[in-house]
């Protein structure tokens, strides 16, 4: 190891998963996830469940990530930890974490945030977009345009002014009769289905902002309609209603995304966060790319969905920049951007 070496461990507790990666001069060298089954009889994360979880597997998922990167403890220049945003719970197992541990070694504390770090997943592995881009961010809890000029220079551009499209994911599927986490379930059924088959409404709001809560209501008076004639209507149609409720919720992500590039005229396009690991989006996104000329980036699976290896990059930028926290620092569950 050089002297010069930016060596950070990086820990993500925001929600279900409990992750840690270690980041050597901006190259992640791996990223440990450790995800929390618990939920799954509950139908969604019951936040108490999560950070108990947190609490469990954050030690061995660190020790995991330090042993398996070939570096030791003593070769760390700093801790980074998601601050926010996410749940609260979660969240101060990491960061309590992280500060003891880097009192223990004297080094500095790197916070970051959540959703500028999805947006730096792209630059973890090549071909990385070039400034300035515009990334469309998509998980359970959010939904936004963001335009990045640069490694930490973003500016939310739209977003949802209700649920979050993986939230409308979920609750779409729960009415199907879908076990939780619902969305990849709707994806799976939607690729046997017509997208055609049924029409939903498309929510138009002012801007690039969007609005998913009006889908879940149409749905939810669409099929008491339909059970009422036929109580095995969902079983019937399942695919197609699958197919149809995933073609609107793309179609509803899309169109404020080229009302985006046409605004700000930028043509290299990126995509972030869990949702972004549906095969519908991924596949009408690269369609659409190829007939706009877009260069679209889209980060592999494993860097989509909550994990460190993207808290690390963002924090490999922040160390570059001298950007650190003192021990009094304090998560926040709803952290701006």
Same mark, same amino acid.
């Given at each position: ?24 001069n901006g190259k992640v060298l791996n990223n ?82 959540? /959703?500028?770090?999805?947006? +730096? ?6 071909? !990385?977009? &070039?400034?300035?881009? *515009?990334?469309?961010? =998509? ?67 002012p801007g690039l902002n969007y609005s998913f ?24 149609n399942l695919n197609d209603l699958c197919a ?7 179609? /509803?992500?899309?169109?404020? +995304? ?6 700000? !005229?930028? &043509?290299?396009?990126? *995509?972030?966060?869990? =949702? ?62």
């Amino acid at each position: 190891m050089g002297t010069k070496d930016i060596t950070i461990l990086a820990i993500e507790s925001s929600c279900d998963e409990t992750s840690a990666s270690i980041i050597l001069n901006g190259k992640v060298l791996n990223n440990i996830v450790a995800t929390q089954s618990v939920h799954e009889k509950y139908g969604g994360v019951v936040p108490e469940l999560a950070s108990r979880a947190h609490q469990e597997n954050l030690i061995p998922v660190i020790h995991e990530a330090i042993s398996t990167s070939g570096i030791s403890k003593s070769d760390l220049t700093a801790v980074a930890f998601t601050r926010g945003p996410g749940l609260m719970g979660s969240l101060l197992v990491g960061v309590s974490f992280a500060k003891a541990f880097a009192q223990s070694l004297n080094i500095p504390l790197i916070d970051v945030n959540h /959703m500028q770090a999805h947006v +730096l997943a792209h630059f973890i592995e090549d071909p !990385k977009p &070039k400034f300035p881009f *515009i990334c469309l961010t =998509v998980s359970g809890g959010h939904t936004q345009l963001v335009l990045v000029k640069d490694y930490l220079q973003m500016e939310v551009i739209g977003q949802t002014q209700d649920d979050a499209v993986g939230e409308a994911f979920d609750k779409t599927a729960k009415l199907l009769g879908l076990p939780y986490p619902g969305g990849p379930l709707i994806d799976k059924h939607a690729k046997e289905g017509n997208p055609k088959a049924f029409e939903f409404p498309i929510t138009r709001m002012p801007g690039l902002n969007y609005s998913f809560s009006g889908i879940k209501t149409a749905v939810l008076y669409f099929l008491r309609d339909k059970l009422q004639e036929n109580p095995k209507f969902i079983e019937e149609n399942l695919n197609d209603l699958c197919a149809s409720i995933q073609y609107s919720l793309i179609q /509803m992500l899309l169109i404020k +995304l080229k009302e985006a590039v046409k605004e700000y !005229k930028v &043509k290299e396009i990126a *995509i972030a966060g869990g =949702v972004s690991a549906n095969s519908g989006l991924r596949n009408t996104l690269t369609q659409l790319a190829k007939e706009k000329g877009w260069n679209l980036y889209i980060p592999k699976f494993e860097y989509c969905t909550d994990n460190a290896a993207m808290i690390a990059m963002a924090a490999h930028y922040k160390y570059l920049q001298g950007e650190f926290v003192g021990m009094d620092v304090t998560p926040l569950a709803k952290m701006k951007f």
